[in-house]
């Protein structure tokens, strides 16, 4: 055996003694902790929130102590209270100091009979059960409880059990300092039997790879929906009850757990920021405590080919719904179930059925074309990225629904769906950096007043496709003498074979083309066209390539998609400006397997993250040349190995198994579009208003 199998060895063994260890310390902390606080009554704050020392001070001592055993620091004769810890789940991944816990506790109190009558509660007996979901956090080598969460679930009486048991103990009506007592805040996230709502996991399904739906951990009444039930219960990160560190270790904690990946997202610099710190670092860049940036071709095969065993990071659940059991294809992270939803509707993606829908695009592409001649006699300044999206939403549109929603027509952000799309994609590039707290912010997003993101993206597609459906089931078509669209096409598969597709995949597609099919290919157009203007040599070679091929009769007005793919200097520009500015900025992360990997020459564990930003992959000047920082569209009419190499490492729709699976879409608009707007207008730099010829925003784009 070489020297590097040995050590690869030795850094997986030395990674499972490390998570063994502290699983086992974790656990250890948990018991003892039980033995501590046997004499205490966890029930009595079920409703509150105690944050910092000073809160902890107030519950334990002033409360408890002083209730329960007269004031002093340990047990009085005659009151019991043993609750038995067990049925644990620990989770800790190698290279953090965080870790998870999950346990049950069967809890026996009461009072002896020779107790002093006068004593708080007087004489009584119970039994009690409920489950821990807490974290620990390790400092200066040593563990400790982060944030305590018990969750009682029922209490049961010795005499009469738990059929008719009521609640022992008043819960808090008060907050401190109203009550001298009392917690922080009042939670009413919870309450005792007969509710059996469950506690959520903090973990994930150990063989599919998924969360429990929310709607599976209600409790609704006996043969009543769920929808009938109370909402499920939450863990978030302010149901912290018992966090046993000071506060400040708690906030130092929140902020240093993204460390340059969430601060630089926040602040949408984080593609040209990833850029510089490979320029200085090298090929692997530490963003997050367990998290690497990698810039290297030979990892991109592997992290993103097919059967490697790579899953998509915790860091993609911030973009679906998370109390949606349906699968989401863009965020379903297990490659068998993801496989199987795309599956079925892959067909309409393909490049030879999208063709087949050419004319709608000829429809926006007029409509475009009408109003930038408007612009054009008035003199008027034209924002180019917000008519791009209008153009692309409107494109959309049509491909899917068979109708234009009328962005065109009004220049105007309808429903204000613009805004919502872009509020969703803030909200996930942050939100995935801290992934756990994205069913607390999407549930409280639901139940505002003001629907936004999300929530009103998916609303506006719903009323899209009922609409739709009941057209078609009135054979109501407004274009039917073209090609059948996204939903016509799969509701006429489901009329003839209900088992091949369901509602919720029609609804998955129709949302997910709204949702993802617009802003994408917007930022692409904008890009390319800027790139142009700031490059009046290029724009003049695709002009003369445009103007020879017109003269021939070779390409038509509108241009066909087999023309344009025909032009090679089109195709490369296209390829070029993709190339710039990728529309995604973020790394594509993905969860190292149960083996551990070898990347760029160096060892990751199991469950390290490891991704690939576009951005950084894109200005590499060993594949892309020493002028990978220029627009220069001729790298793509290179030599065939250098183009091939490059093809390579092209990251803009992804790669493997999980591209985009709209990049056929994509491409289509932009060979269709870019020579349409080329042939027809001139463009220059809108110098008087003082606004910032280019000005990008980095979320999940």
Not at 151 to 175: I, M, N, Y
Request: proline share 6%; charged share 25%.
């Amino acid at each position: 055996m070489d020297t590097d199998s040995v050590m690869k060895q030795l850094q997986a063994m030395e990674a499972k003694i490390e998570k063994l260890t502290a699983e086992a310390e974790v656990r250890k902390l948990q018991h003892i902790y039980g033995y501590y606080l046997d004499k205490c009554l966890y029930k009595e704050f079920l409703n509150g929130r105690f944050r910092g020392k000073d809160s902890i001070r107030r519950l334990f001592i002033d409360r408890w102590s002083n209730y329960f055993v007269g004031g002093r620091n340990g047990p009085i004769h005659g009151w019991l209270l043993d609750h038995f810890i067990g049925q644990d789940v620990v989770d800790f991944q190698p290279g953090t100091n965080t870790a998870k816990y999950r346990g049950r506790t069967l809890m026996s109190a009461g009072t002896h009979k020779t107790l002093s009558p006068d004593y708080p509660g007087g004489q009584r007996q119970w039994w009690e059960g409920g489950v821990y979901e807490n974290e620990y956090i390790k400092e200066d080598g040593v563990w400790k409880i982060f944030r305590l969460r018990y969750h009682p679930f029922w209490h049961g009486s010795v005499e009469k059990g738990w059929q008719d048991a009521d609640r022992f103990v008043p819960l808090f009506k008060e907050t401190y300092p109203a009550n001298p007592q009392g917690p922080d805040e009042l939670w009413e996230g919870g309450d005792l039997w007969p509710d059996t709502r469950v506690v959520p996991f903090h973990y994930v399904h150990p063989v599919t790879g998924r969360q429990v739906a929310d709607e599976d951990l209600q409790a609704p009444k006996w043969r009543e929906p769920a929808s009938s039930a109370p909402p499920a219960r939450v863990i978030d990160d302010w149901t912290a009850l018992l966090p046993l560190v000071s506060s400040a270790i708690s906030q130092a904690n929140r902020t240093s757990k993204g460390g340059q990946k969430d601060t630089e997202a926040y602040f949408g610099t984080y593609p040209k920021t990833s850029i510089e710190l490979h320029r200085k670092y090298g090929p692997v860049v530490r963003i997050a405590p367990n998290e690497y940036s990698i810039d290297d071709p030979a990892t991109a095969k592997i992290i993103y080919g097919s059967g490697r065993g790579f899953t998509k990071s915790p860091w993609y659940w911030a973009s679906g719904n998370p109390f949606s059991s349906l699968p989401n294809i863009f965020v379903e992270p297990n490659p068998h179930i993801h496989a199987q939803a795309r599956r079925k509707v892959a067909a309409a993606y393909s490049m030879t059925n999208l063709v087949q829908l050419e004319p709608f695009i000829d429809k926006c592409s007029a409509v475009l074309r009408d109003r930038l001649e408007e612009f054009a006699r008035s003199g008027t300044a034209v924002e180019i990225s917000h008519w791009m999206q209008c153009y692309a939403f409107d494109v959309i549109g049509m491909m899917t629904l068979g109708k234009r929603f009328g962005f065109l027509d009004s220049g105007e952000d309808i429903q204000g769906i613009m805004s919502s799309l872009s509020q969703y994609l803030v909200y996930c590039s942050n939100v995935g950096v801290f992934p756990e707290w994205h069913k607390t912010l999407f549930r409280r997003q639901m139940r505002s007043k003001n629907v936004s993101g999300l929530t009103h993206v998916n609303e506006f597609a719903d009323a899209q496709l009922e609409d739709k459906r009941e057209k078609v089931h009135a054979d109501d078509i407004p274009y039917p003498n073209v090609a059948e669209d996204f939903v016509t096409k799969f509701l006429r598969l489901q009329a003839q074979d209900p088992a091949k597709i369901t509602n919720a995949d029609i609804s998955s597609v129709c949302n997910m083309n709204i949702g993802a099919g617009s802003d994408t290919t917007s930022i692409s157009l904008t890009s390319i066209i800027f790139n142009l203007v700031k490059h009046p040599r290029v724009l003049q070679q695709l002009r003369a390539e445009i103007e020879q091929h017109e003269s021939q009769g070779t390409i038509s007005d509108p241009i066909k998609f087999a023309e344009a793919n025909q032009l090679p200097y089109l195709q490369a520009v296209i390829k070029e400006g993709l190339r710039m500015h990728p529309a995604t900025g973020l790394s594509l992360g993905r969860v190292v397997p149960q083996d551990g990997a070898t990347l760029a020459g160096q060892y990751f564990p199991a469950g390290t993250v490891v991704g690939i930003n576009a951005w950084v992959a894109h200005a590499n000047t060993k594949v892309f040349g020493h002028d990978a920082h220029v627009f220069r569209p001729e790298r793509w009419l290179d030599y065939p190995e250098l183009v091939k190499e490059r093809e390579a490492y092209f990251m803009t729709f992804g790669q493997g198994s999980r591209t985009c699976l709209g990049k056929n879409i994509s491409l289509m608009e932009l060979s269709k579009a870019v020579p349409q707007i080329v042939r027809h207008f001139d463009f220059a730099p809108d110098t008087e208003s003082g606004e910032p010829e280019y000005a990008t925003e980095n979320v999940w784009q």
